[in-house]
């Protein structure tokens, strides 16, 4: 049965985990809480790598048991990244997990060649969003990794988020491929691109995934929307997965579901040997602990 919700991702984490997850600067409550909150519904042993009396610091100041969790010291960001991707490089774990270092310089680690991390395969980010509204999960790609992707580019980001949502088990998700407007027009390039691709999975580049675009984000999300723009085909106005011209508006997008409307976002970067979860800074526990359950979810069915 597909999961629809963050309650049904922690069961179903629970029933896969535990996995090894290897947490990149600990030094922080809400990173705290998570990974402890995390090994106390037993899908996840973390391994938290940062500076550890700061770790200790901030565990005691926030009165946070650090039983059952591991420790390993590295004085600075730089040292932490190299020893996270090490070992997710050596197998030594199945999540990486994003704590208080910078996301560019923890994925420019990850990618390098000698991390052992890549595949072949694009990264790229997949969100999970609890939106106000809406009984399912809506899943937004790419507002984290890849910058102003190609068309090729796009194909693969729509691959990798189809590759997640099956295994979170929707069969066959509804793929919106966004622009401004339904409408084709030659002068915006989010709409040619969005073409291609509808004319690439009519074609049969994509499998398990119904798709159709260019899409206007009401249109892709609302059935009254759909109906008044005309718009017909089994995507519009029940839209699972929403992909995004570039970077810029998926992060845009996410922030206007979580601030504006109170929604909440599980990410993921997908691709590489091992998922990474990637949460921002701003982000509570909760929020972490989820992504973090999905990082689980990902890597019990690598
Ligand atoms: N997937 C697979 N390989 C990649 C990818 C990718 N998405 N991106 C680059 N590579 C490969 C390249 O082919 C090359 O071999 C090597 O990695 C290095 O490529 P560069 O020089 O382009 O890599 P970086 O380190 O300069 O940039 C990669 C980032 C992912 C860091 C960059 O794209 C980036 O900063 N993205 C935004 C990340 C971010 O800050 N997100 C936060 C916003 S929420």
Redesign the pocket.
Known sequence: MAIRNFDELLIAAQKVGPKRVAIAGGAEHEVLMAAQEATKLGFAECVLVGDERGMREKAEKHNIDLQGLRLLHEKDDKGTIRRVVNLAGEGLVDVLMKGTVS??KL??AA?SREARL?TG????HVGAFEVPGYDRFIFITD?????KPTVDQKLQIMINAVDVVHRLGVKEPRVALLAATELLSPHIPACLDALALSKMAEQGWIEGAQVDGPLALDTAVSPEAAKLAGAKGPVAGQADILVVPD?DTG?MVAKVITFFVRGRMAGIVT?AKVPFVIS?RADLHEIKLVSMALGVMLAASA
């Open positions: 996301t560019g994925l420019s990618l890549r395969q694009l990264l790229s507002g984290g990794v890849n910058i970077v992060n691709g921002s």
